[in-house]
């Protein structure tokens, strides 16, 4: 049974920083794309950040080009996502996803196919 399950989140305050981690039963990583993905209430799923397969490309949102990084450790079935100047606007539901057998990366949240049950950021102002 193939399984993501985030870790991480927390209460921080504005400008702040947090990790988040995604780790996989390893039925699925080493064929998967990896994305990052949040939910805030009352809002849609919206995309925060994408990884290839060999952790060679990457795309953002606009939202958070220049404060968030993701990476990949395949040799561990983990993917992180680094959150640094944190703002009140970033507070949601983190998810992370996998698209097995992905030959490209998106940021479109119906591209993947696979979720972890997600963690709460949340950011005080």
């Known amino acids: 049974q193939v399984q993501l399950v985030e870790s991480g989140g927390g209460l921080v305050q504005a400008g702040g920083s947090l990790r988040l981690s995604c780790a996989d039963s390893g039925r699925i990583f080493s064929s998967s794309p990896m994305g990052w993905f949040r939910q805030a209430p009352g809002k849609e799923r919206e995309a925060v950040a994408t990884?290839?397969?060999?952790?060679?490309?990457?795309d953002y949102a606009d939202s958070v080009k220049g404060r968030f990084t993701i990476s990949r450790d395949n040799a561990k079935n983990m993917v992180y996502l680094q959150m640094n100047s944190l703002r009140p606007e970033d507070t949601a539901v983190y998810y992370c996803?996998?698209?097995?057998?992905?030959?490209?990366?998106?940021?479109?949240?119906?591209?993947?196919?696979?979720w972890g049950q997600g963690t709460q950021v949340t950011v005080s102002s």
């Open positions: 996803a996998a698209k097995r057998f992905g030959t490209t990366i998106s940021l479109r949240p119906r591209y993947y196919d696979y």
């Open positions: 990884i290839t397969l060999s952790g060679s490309g990457t």
